[in-house]
T-cell receptor, first 114, second 115 residues
Framework: AQSVTQLDSQVPVFEEAPVELRCNYS??????LFWYVQYPNQGLQLLLK??????LVESINGFEAEFNKSQTSFHLRKPSVHISDTAEYFC????????????FGKGTLLTVNP | GAGVSQSPSNKVTEKGKDVELRCDPI?????LYWYRQSLGQGLEFLIY????????KSGLPSDRFSAERTGGSVSTLTIQRTQQEDSAVYLC?????????????FGPGTRLTVL
């Protein structure tokens, strides 16, 4: 069974600083990878996803993530964060054989301070 | 258009009581998923429906948990004889179908507290 590890439960940063949220998954079989975001008092929203092709994927609000098969990682990065990026971020993975089932990490709370 | 809706938004119940949680998926979405988010834990897959059928119930934690879906639309998750460890946020999601990698759209969740 898949498992997803988000090493940092909380990441506090100052506005305009770079940030990296780490995500590692367990299985080496072919996978699809996702980052979801949950803003305060809102539901989960898809931020970006890797299905195939280029290993670097980007979101519309400046986040990017890179699929690294050898390290089984899918870290999320942003070169300069805003106050509005404060949210909880969840990494998720699904096996290509059962792609309906998402396995989530425990989440990383990103707090951007002025 | 309307997103996934869930009701109630909050439910407080006493240990041993039964509860029903409702999910209205996005219109036209044939796949529906239930997840549970416990304090300090990630989201835990419970069950998914393709149409009215539930091909995978493997995530249901015990036989006190059951779910059904009627008319390919609304789904209810029922927890019988609730226990304190059932306290969590129960999230519902829907997608166009489960055969392709369509995005799962999540509802706001139902926060269940068992006293």
């Amino acid at each position: 069974a898949q498992s997803v590890t988000q090493l940092d439960s909380q990441v506090p940063v100052f506005e305009e600083a770079p940030v990296e949220l780490r995500c590692n998954y367990s299985s080496s079989v072919s996978v699809y990878l996702f980052w979801y975001v949950q803003y305060p008092n809102q539901g989960l929203q898809l931020l970006l996803k890797y299905l195939s092709g280029s290993t670097l994927v980007e979101s519309i609000n400046g986040f990017e993530a890179e699929f690294n098969k050898s390290q089984t990682s899918f870290h999320l990065r942003k070169p300069s964060v805003h106050i509005s990026d404060t949210a909880e971020y969840f990494c998720a993975v699904s096996d290509r054989g059962s792609n309906y089932k998402l396995t989530f990490g425990k989440g990383t709370l990103l707090t951007v301070n002025p | 258009g309307a997103g996934v809706s869930q009701s109630p938004s909050n439910k407080v119940t006493e240990k041993g009581k039964d509860v029903e949680l409702r999910c209205d998926p996005i219109s036209g979405h044939t796949a529906l998923y239930w997840y549970r988010q416990s304090l300090g834990q990630g989201l835990e897959f419970l069950i998914y429906f393709q149409g009215n059928s539930a091909p995978d119930k493997s995530g249901l934690p015990s036989d006190r948990f059951s779910a059904e879906r009627t008319g390919g639309s609304v789904s209810t998750l029922t927890i019988q004889r609730t226990q304190q460890e059932d306290s969590a946020v129960y999230l519902c999601a829907s997608s166009l179908d489960s055969q392709s990698l369509n995005e799962q759209f999540f509802g706001p969740g139902t926060r269940l507290t068992v006293l």
